[in-house]
């Protein structure tokens, strides 16, 4: 803790890069030092490298002597600070980079976390509340609106911002919760007129009018977002304000909502990140889940949910199950159906846990692990570990490999668990024990149950032909099937033949849901593509391409063939012939189709 006259010098982030002691405040002028100021604090308590504040000093033009010039920069702070009484050990040379240490006493930043943090564990929703409050009180400004670089301009601004729309969309919920609608409304208004696709401070705007008596001006607020969306965007309003609206017209009583949780803290870990953090927070929905809803209109793999809830619920033997297969194939709809299932046999709970971010880049380990529920933490933990009172299941979801399930284990006790990947997980079966589940495509007759319940048993019925050859234009692949009954419930007098023709034309492309990534099969399988190495994506590409209906792997090495295998995108293997799935043989053909034009059409736009 660094003092100057009795009283705590502070840095803040949260506003203009300034320094703060006693009545105080010093703000910064734009220069290479307060540059790197911002990317050390930034970082607090964590070995920056040298390469990534090289690039936020001098964004993509370092000068021949950037090195040595940065040693300047370092030496110009350590003389700031000693202006302030702050000691020049503050900045810490280290091998690869540089440190500064902080606590919430000396960073703003940290403070915000940590109080952030501690509103999740409040007692109630008034401490929570006050402590928010207390964290939003230390903005004052756009942050780092004096520091010069790009990049951080580019990469951290944004991502600092979006912590605190997290933090004030979680006040509004609270204060709606608690019947405050009136006094909301001002820090509403702001963020839905700055934040016009961010949905969710609309939704609780329109909420606001119209429990307070505004039903028309809530209505227009409606109309506006969704004139703009439809604008700008070219999509709809998302299935919130859509039933909101609905609920207005209706005139239906909105009672005060359950506040949903808010999203787990950001973490900054890692030597040199090259942003704030690997792309960004946990998203919503990375907190453990303790009680899992049924899978809307799940339907089929019988076979698997009895056997991996016999494995579960054993009292002999490991209980781990991995559920693999190709992306889109259903595994993470499989394990909360089981988990759903299975948690009456769970009373110590169930936990749901993404191991991946909307992106698709993998939590790190530290990340996860700051967010699996501790052993005892279930609703038997006084009865002590291993009693039946306490027993929990635990679904790892999205695992990205071995190294982010292994070391996440040992904390999981004996519970059961549940762990889905693309990835076979051998090493971690191998070590471990337990059983591997690899998913093929759904049986036709389960592809039509599962349109059936989705859109309705009566619309299906009335054009059967024609679902079945939805599901078939579909690969009977479970996400590329819930995309299609979402185009279909949103467009009522689309028939099932023309929805089925229209895919057909170019099923990848069309396949896909503008509001939400995940529903994209573009973005989805893009993602599984973009996560091989070079050669393995390569590999796959041709494998898929044309001319190889047939046993695709002539001309492959085998390790190739096995790595695409544990990576979900190709099936089989010794003994039997290696094959692609006909829908991911579809889109490999798209993809390579579809880069061939754009990397065409430069060509063919220059100058001869």
């Not at 019947?179 to 700055?194: P, S, W």
């Not at 063939?561 to 990576?567: A, C, F, I, K």
Request: hydrophobic share 45%; proline share 8%.
């Amino acid at each position: 803790m660094t003092r100057h006259g009795g009283s705590i010098i502070r840095f803040q982030l949260l506003g203009p890069l300034s320094i703060a002691h006693g009545p105080e405040t010093v703000v910064l002028k734009p220069s290479k030092p307060t540059s790197l100021l911002a990317a050390l604090l930034l970082h607090p308590n964590t070995v920056v490298s040298t390469t990534y504040l090289l690039r936020a000093v001098w964004d993509e033009e370092p000068p021949a002597t950037a090195r040595a010039a940065l040693q300047t920069c370092v030496l110009r702070l350590r003389r700031l600070f000693a202006k302030y009484g702050i000691s020049a050990t503050t900045i810490e040379a280290v091998p690869g980079g540089y440190r500064m240490r902080n606590d919430t006493e000396t960073l703003d930043l940290v403070l915000f976390r940590t109080l952030t943090a501690a509103a999740g564990s409040a007692t109630g929703p008034g401490e929570e509340l006050y402590r928010l409050r207390e964290a939003l009180s230390l903005w004052h400004g756009q942050p780092l609106a004096n520091v010069a670089s790009r990049m951080l301009q580019q990469d951290a601004v944004p991502a600092l911002e979006q912590e605190r729309l997290r933090v004030l969309e979680r006040v509004c919920d609270l204060e709606l919760a608690a019947g405050n609608c009136h006094q909301v409304l001002v820090d509403l208004y702001e963020g839905a007129r700055r934040h016009p696709v961010r949905e969710r401070f609309t939704e609780q705007l329109i909420e606001a009018l119209y429990r307070t008596g505004r039903q028309a001006e809530a209505l227009a607020e409606y109309r506006t977002v969704r004139d703009r969306l439809r604008d700008e965007l070219g999509i709809d309003p998302g299935p919130g304000l859509r039933r909101l609206e609905l609920a207005i017209l209706r005139s239906e009583d909105l009672a005060p909502a359950p506040p949903t949780s808010l999203p787990a803290p950001r973490a900054l870990t890692g030597a040199g990140v090259p942003a704030l953090a690997p792309r960004g927070a946990p998203a919503p929905g990375h907190r453990p889940v303790r009680a899992v809803p049924p899978v809307p209109a799940f339907a089929g793999r019988e076979s698997d949910r009895g056997a991996i809830a016999e494995r579960l619920t054993s009292v002999d033997g490991p209980r781990l199950v991995v559920i693999s297969g190709a992306p889109g194939i259903g595994k993470s709809a499989l394990a909360r159906q089981t988990a759903h299932e299975t948690q009456h046999s769970f009373p110590g709970g169930v936990f749901v846990l993404a191991l991946a971010r909307p992106d698709g880049t993998p939590l790190t380990v530290e990340e996860a692990a700051r967010l699996l529920p501790e052993a005892g933490a279930g609703a038997g933990a006084s009865t002590g570990a291993g009693t039946g009172a306490d027993r929990r299941l635990i679904v790892l979801d999205d695992a990205a490999g071995a190294w982010q399930v292994t070391p996440l284990l040992p904390a999981a006790g004996d519970a059961s668990v549940v762990v889905t990947s693309r990835r076979g997980l051998a090493a971690v079966v191998a070590t471990h024990g337990g059983a591997v589940h690899r998913l093929d495509v759904l049986r036709p007759a389960e592809a039509y149950g599962l349109l059936a319940g989705l859109i309705g048993a009566r619309r299906i019925a009335a054009e059967p032909a024609a679902a079945r050859e939805l599901a078939s234009v579909c690969g009977h692949f479970p996400l590329a099937l819930r995309i299609a009954a979402g185009r279909l419930l949103t467009r009522p007098a689309l028939s099932v033949a023309d929805c089925a023709a229209w895919l057909a034309a170019d099923p990848p492309a069309r396949l896909a849901l503008a509001e939400d990534a995940r529903l994209s099969v573009p973005e989805v399988f893009g993602q599984a593509l973009d996560a091989l190495a070079p050669h393995l994506r390569e590999a796959f590409l041709r494998l898929g391409g044309p001319g190889t209906d047939g046993d695709p792997s002539a001309g492959e090495s085998e390790t190739v063939l096995e790595q695409l295998v544990d990576s979900g995108l190709l099936e089989d293997g010794p003994p039997g012939p290696y094959r692609v799935h006909d829908f991911l043989r579809v889109y490999a053909r798209w993809h390579v189709r579809t880069h061939e034009t754009t990397a065409a059409a430069p060509a063919a736009a220059a100058p001869r």
